[in-house]
């Protein structure tokens, strides 16, 4: 089984063809995943915060989910983010590819590598997200005429709190254009294994102290739900090329 879809927040679901619940064991507990077909290709489907979203950012086990997709046989995943943006470059409701990251997490196991028996291993991340994938999914949006903007930096907060105004000012500067609670560590230990792993973003909000109002989460589940037909579609139509 080749690919793999890991659905973020507002795409708990993903309806696939001849589906059926797998669970695996790893050495960090049991994860279940779906298996089935989206457009004629064999798929592993994992919803990062379980079925009704009940696990939060800094709780959800990534390295669970990473290595159980490696014993499944994945190499290529392609993981779906609601984003908050920082800049008006990124506006809500758009498609974004993510390009690199900047960590504020803070109590993460981030490596499978964790010395003794598992020796050490310090990884490249010099280009962090898959440039093919990342190719397939232009190539994809093109096709159905939607626009995908590349090349943003996502910058990874602990959560589950959203931000503060000064926090989004101070990423700002740092360069960040869009913000989620993530791509980190998922993004790294899929390199650990060395998986093909690409992140689309949706921006779901403007971050806190851009919006003129408080956030919520029922904000970000309000517009997933909007870009939920445009996400399902260009994820198919990235599956069939
Ligand atoms: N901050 C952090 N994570 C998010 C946001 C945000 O504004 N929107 C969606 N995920």
């Not at 589906?19 to 790893?26: I, R, Y």
Request: proline share 4%; with cysteine; aromatic share 8%.
């Amino acid at each position: 089984m080749d690919y793999a879809l890991i659905g973020g927040t507002g795409l708990e679901h993903f309806s696939l063809t001849e589906q059926s619940v797998v669970s695996v064991e790893t050495p960090y507990g049991e994860v279940k995943a779906v298996i089935g077909k989206l457009a004629g290709q064999e798929l592993v489907f994992m919803s990062r915060h379980g079925q009704n979203h009940a696990v939060p950012p800094h709780l959800v086990n990534y390295r669970g989910i990473i290595w159980a997709l490696g014993e499944l046989g994945v190499r290529k995943i392609l993981a779906t983010a609601a984003v908050g943006s920082l800049s008006a470059d990124y506006r809500l409701g758009d498609l974004v590819l993510i390009d690199q990251f900047l960590d504020f997490t803070k109590n993460r196991p981030q490596t499978f590598y964790d010395g003794g028996q598992q020796g050490v291993l310090h990884i490249d991340l010099t280009e962090p997200y898959c440039r093919d994938a990342q190719k397939v999914i232009i190539k994809a949006a093109k096709n159905l005429g939607l626009v995908v903007k590349n090349r943003a930096c996502y910058v990874c907060t602990e959560g589950p709190r959203f931000e503060t105004p000064a926090e989004i000012r101070m990423f700002r500067i740092l360069g960040a254009d869009v913000v989620g609670m993530t791509s980190v560590p998922e993004v790294v230990l899929a390199r650990e294994l060395g998986m093909c792993y690409a992140t689309l973003g949706m921006v779901t909000n403007e971050a806190a102290g851009i919006a003129d109002h408080p956030l919520s989460h029922a904000e970000v589940m309000k517009s997933m739900k909007e870009l939920e037909i445009r996400v399902a579609q260009l994820i198919q139509a990235t599956f069939e090329l």
